[in-house]
């Protein structure tokens, strides 16, 4: 089933607006998928990104689209074949450091919802010429940060962002702050040592305290 750049937008802006943070995820044991997405769920983070940067990225998409509540899709989708396993692994959105008309063809084509990354107008400007309104600043912090992307305000109204990459509790709330901004994506809430300890009320406790800012 196929979507539209517009239909996209529409669900991509809709799960943006879910929460202020969405969890960007880098899982290597995939028995740590399912009490790592409870805890972000029940700390009021339920939209979450796995990334595919881990041999076992896919089979955690798989288990975490089980957890009641959650909303799980793929990050650092790359090429139409990772926007292919992706909706084979339960993926419910795709989430890319940048965009080719390729990977988004791939992605219309397979029915999965892209958050494309810009870090420039013209990038932007190309994703919106395609009918993506809603999209992901990214490295923002590398980009500019919040002065960044509070200058795309004006000029481009009809964005909408989700800035990621170097996106800390520190400065979250000053990219929130901007008209222009719908949610951040961020790390901090799922520390690899609280994973690895399998410190899920801590990392619930974390996601609380995100799922609070803005």
Request: proline residues 16%.
């Given at each position: 089933m196929s979507i539209?750049?517009?239909?996209?937008?529409n669900t991509s802006e809709k799960l943006c607006r879910?929460?202020?943070v969405i969890p960007v995820l880098v899982v290597d044991d995939a028995a740590q998928a399912r009490p790592l997405a409870t805890a972000l769920v029940a700390g009021g983070l339920p939209v979450l990104e796995v990334t595919l940067?881990?041999?076992a990225a896919l089979d955690v998409i798989r288990e975490m689209a089980g957890v009641p509540g959650g909303m799980v899709g793929a990050g650092t989708i790359l090429t139409p074949e990772d926007a292919e396993r992706a909706v084979e692994a339960g993926a419910t959105f795709g989430v890319s450091p940048?965009?080719?008309d390729r990977l988004l063809d791939a992605a219309e084509r397979l029915g999965l919802p892209m958050l494309p990354g810009a870090a420039t107008a013209s990038e932007a400007m190309r994703l919106l010429?395609?009918?993506?309104?809603?999209q992901k600043f990214f490295p923002?912090?590398?980009s500019g940060g919040a002065s960044a992307l509070k200058?795309?305000?004006?000029?481009?109204?009809?964005i909408l962002f989700c800035p990621t990459g170097g996106v800390t509790p520190d400065n979250a709330g000053d990219y929130l702050a901007l008209p222009n901004t719908a949610c951040v994506g961020g790390s901090w809430v799922a520390p690899k040592d609280k994973v690895e300890a399998g410190d899920w009320a801590g990392i619930e406790s974390l996601a609380r305290t995100a799922s609070r800012l803005g």
């Open positions: 539209t750049p517009q239909k996209a937008s879910t929460a202020p940067r881990t041999p940048g965009a080719t010429e395609r009918g993506y309104r809603v923002a912090e590398a200058a795309f305000a004006s000029p481009l109204p009809q």
